[in-house]
């Protein structure tokens, strides 16, 4: 099984993002540690014998929380751990100190997912980031002399600004870091976001896109899903695969049981109940519909017998055309890009 604890705290926030987080709130950070504790405990009893194999922090941004906060945390969900267990946070260079990192290291954490954006200030200026290119790089070099090996930025391309020159730019800068991961996302103008109707401050090239991949496994960061690169993040992984997970926190989603299990999205209502939650059963055709979205965009790939007979005479179309490949028993998109497309003539 694997675990996500999400940090619903921002220092600002930024324009493009829809993510559930705060600004501010910081004389709640206690108590919501507290209603953390008492949102995992509600579900540790059932959870003899369970151990997960991966725990994801996430975010919000959950260098923004002492790491002090954490050690309770950490002691509680310690005896349910895997032993080689994969432990990430993700950070934001201003608050993803030496000091945090390492005492975060020191209690388990093994992986960082630092959210850079981009390495040109102007380009981060127009995403509304507070930080420069400089905090990016003393922010990775910070996580390197606390010993951590796995260390993952995110980039976000697709943006007025961006083209091939600094397409190149950004995977050098990404290459003169020395890291296993990065995940390039495309910009998109999220609704109720102050960015949803600014299309001027996007730019949707598909080359631009296959210059990203093409540029990225140049310097040695393989894809391995349609925005991720290097090092395989096992956590992402085990969504692909349609892995349990257990979520805690407000604005988590958890999947257990066959259910989707939604947690309050408002900070006052979390702290009030950290237990409730939103029960949505999925159906098996909802589960097959979803294996066959996540599998096609990633390495994961699709079990073709999973597959209704009708979707299977479709997948046959598309092996034939050569969009999509057979090994063994399983499918896989030529290119992850086209996995949408691809699995919507599926279905269609
Ligand atoms: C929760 S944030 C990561 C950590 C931290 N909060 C930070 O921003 O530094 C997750 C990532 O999602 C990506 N993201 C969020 N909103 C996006 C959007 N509208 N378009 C593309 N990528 C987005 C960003 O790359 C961001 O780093
Ligand atoms: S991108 Fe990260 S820092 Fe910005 S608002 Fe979203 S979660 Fe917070």
Known sequence: M??????????????????GSLVGQKDKFKAYFKALIKDFDSFSKDLAGVKFETVFIGGGTPSVVDAALYEELFLKISPF??????????????????????????????????????????????????HDKSAVFKAVEAAKK?????????????????????????????????????????????????????????????????????ELENVG???????????????????????????????????????????PKSLNQYLASPNSRQKE??????????????GLRSCVGVEIKSLPNAWQEKAQTLINEKKLEQRGDKIYAKEYLLADELALYITL
């Open 2 to 19: 694997l675990l996500y604890i999400h940090i619903p705290f921002c220092e600002s926030k930024c324009p493009y993002c829809a993510f």
């Open 81 to 130: 751990l895997e032993k080689e267990a994969e432990i990430t946070s993700e950070a934001n260079p201003n608050s993803a100190s030496f000091e945090w990192i390492s005492k975060m290291k020191e209690f388990g954490l093994n992986r960082l997912s630092m959210g850079a954006q981009s390495f040109y200030n102007d380009k981060l200026k127009m995403l509304g980031r507070t």
């Open 146 to 214: 606390a010993g951590l090996k796995r260390i993952s930025v995110d980039l976000i391309y697709g943006t007025a600004l961006d083209n091939k020159e600094r397409i190149k730019g950004e995977v050098a800068a990404i290459k003169s870091l020395n890291i296993s991961h990065a995940s390039a996302y495309t910009l998109t103008l999220e609704e109720g976001t102050p960015f949803q109707n600014r299309l001027e401050l996007s730019k949707d090239d598909e080359a631009l896109a296959r210059l990203v991949k093409d």
């Open 221 to 263: 960061l393989k894809r391995y899903e349609v925005s991720n690169f290097g090092d395989i993040c096992r956590h992402n992984l085990g969504y692909w695969q349609g892995k349990e997970y257990l979520g805690i926190g407000a604005y988590s989603v958890g999947f257990l049981g066959g259910a989707r299990l939604y947690a």
């Open 281 to 294: 059963v999925l159906s098996s055709d909802d589960m097959v519909l979803e294996r066959l979205f996540l």
